[in-house]
């Protein structure tokens, strides 16, 4: 019980019911033990719960789960990276750099800063560091979804991101024509082997 008041304590409050919800029902599942862990997410106040099962849940589970928290996006995940939205017309999760005014979008399977808090301290720091100039060109690698080259691009002449997995570049490029910015690019390399080694289309020119 101990353990459990101090993550309770660090958790978002969005996220504070998600243990007395999750110990009250899943002793009740017909399946409940096919369930290995539940992931959550705060997106800006909605609440996402990924639910990872090592055998098919059937419906009567499912809808018993949302029922106990209605709020909340529950999401299945049957097979690594294999999401299923339980509810019907469920939007994207997504979060907010507000001093910044971008939007980010990312899905369940995206790798993303865990802490909004900090991670809004990180990319302010990120631009105060640098010292960024209008006419400054960029490389960032392990781009992600955008999250720090969103914001570099507002402050420089061209920001290019490389990324090792496809779908994160696919969903950066997304959120760059989100918030409307058009001075980036992004593509897939595998950042493990030195940039002399990444193919000419998709290394920039001002490395």
């Given at each position: ?161 490389l990324e090792g997995v496809t779908t994160m570049v696919q969903r950066a490029e997304a959120n760059a024509e989100l918030n409307g910015l058009t001075n980036l690019s992004f593509s897939q390399a595998d950042l493990h082997l030195s940039l ?12």
């Amino acid at each position: 019980m101990g353990s459990e008041m101090c993550i309770r304590d660090r958790l978002s409050p969005a996220l504070t019911s998600v243990f007395s919800i999750l110990q009250q029902q899943l002793p009740k599942l017909q399946q409940g033990s096919a369930i290995t862990h539940v992931e959550a997410l705060d997106a800006d106040g909605q609440v996402y719960l990924i639910v990872r099962h090592i055998r098919p849940l059937p419906d009567s589970d499912q809808q018993a789960l949302i029922k106990a928290w209605p709020e909340a996006i529950w999401i299945g995940e049957a097979e690594p990276e294999l999401y299923q939205h339980w509810q019907v017309g469920t939007a994207e999760p997504c979060y907010q750099l507000p001093a910044l005014g971008l939007k980010l979008k990312f899905s369940a399977a995206d790798f993303i800063q865990v802490n909004q808090g900090i991670n809004q301290q990180m990319v302010q720091q990120a631009l105060n560091w640098l010292n960024l100039q209008p006419d400054d060109q960029l490389l960032e690698l392990y781009c992600g979804i955008g999250n720090f080259s969103l914001a570099l691009a507002q402050r420089v002449k061209w920001v290019h991101g490389l990324e090792g997995v496809t779908t994160m570049v696919q969903r950066a490029e997304a959120n760059a024509e989100l918030n409307g910015l058009t001075n980036l690019s992004f593509s897939q390399a595998d950042l493990h082997l030195s940039l002399i080694h990444i193919s000419e289309p998709t290394r920039p020119l001002y490395i």
